[in-house]
């Protein structure tokens, strides 16, 4: 069955610094998600994604987030400096079609960690 | 407030019981999902009902929605260990594409 895959599983970096998550979602899906969840708290809205250009984003989601559809199959969430508070589980997530009709589905997420 | 609210917030019952778990939220809905997380684990899908869908079956897992209410419930029959799990309702709002999930509920199910 196909699946929304992410690397690395867990990242640390020091504050400051930049880091790229990566996913590659499910090869026939057009919308691409990324969420986060800080430890013990809920799933959150961070942004989604179709035909290359943002379609919606979060308050979260400020001037120190990017993402990025590179190449046909990867899907990437940069955080230019990252913060202690950005220390979280991200998950990235792809639907077949558009939110209000389709299942999306979720990666494994990457634990980021910011010290 | 929040969109999607689970109640109760943990819940815990002996291996063969039912676990019924509830969400609520406030605007109008094209569809809402439910999700299963195992502890720092990723989220896994389990079902979508449609707005117009009032009840939907998958396995032991049974959803019911009732939009004039704006709740929905997840009904796991037949519980076991491995059900142990938080549980996610997540609904789209209709205005947009921001995808809202619940606190969730902690389901504990003892052997």
């Known amino acids: 069955e196909p699946e929304v895959t992410q690397t690395p599983s867990h990242q640390v970096t020091q504050m400051g610094q930049e880091v790229i998550l990566r996913c590659v979602p499910i090869?026939?899906?057009?919308?691409f998600y990324w969420y986060r969840q800080i430890l013990g708290q809920k799933v959150e809205f961070l942004v989604s994604?179709?035909?290359?250009?943002?379609?919606?984003k979060s308050e979260i989601f400020d001037d120190q987030f990017s993402v990025e559809r590179p190449d046909g199959s990867n899907f990437t969430l940069k955080i230019r400096s990252t913060k202690l508070e950005d220390s979280a589980m991200y998950f990235c997530?792809?639907?077949?079609?558009?939110?209000?009709?389709?299942?999306?589905?979720f990666g494994p997420g990457t634990r980021l960690t910011v010290t | 407030s929040q969109q999607g609210e689970e109640d109760p917030q943990a819940l815990s019952i002996q291996e063969g019981e039912n676990a019924t778990m509830n969400c609520s939220y406030k605007?109008?809905?094209?569809?809402l999902q439910w999700y299963r997380q195992n502890s720092g684990r990723g989220l896994v899908h389990l079902i979508l009902?449609?707005?117009?869908?009032r009840e939907k079956h998958s396995g032991r897992l049974r959803v019911t929605l009732d939009t004039s209410k704006k709740s929905s419930s997840l009904l796991i029959t037949a519980s076991r260990a491995a059900d142990t799990a938080s549980y996610f309702c997540?609904?789209?709002?209709?205005?947009?594409?921001?995808?809202?999930f619940g606190p969730g509920t902690r389901l504990s199910v003892l052997p």
């Open positions: 009902i449609r707005s117009n869908e």
């Open positions: 605007t109008s809905i094209n569809n």
């Open positions: 090869s026939n899906h057009l919308y």
């Open positions: 997540a609904t789209d709002a209709d205005y947009g594409q921001n995808f809202v």
């Open positions: 994604f179709y035909n290359n250009e943002i379609s919606e």
């Open positions: 997530a792809s639907s077949e079609g558009w939110q209000g009709i389709s299942e999306q589905y």
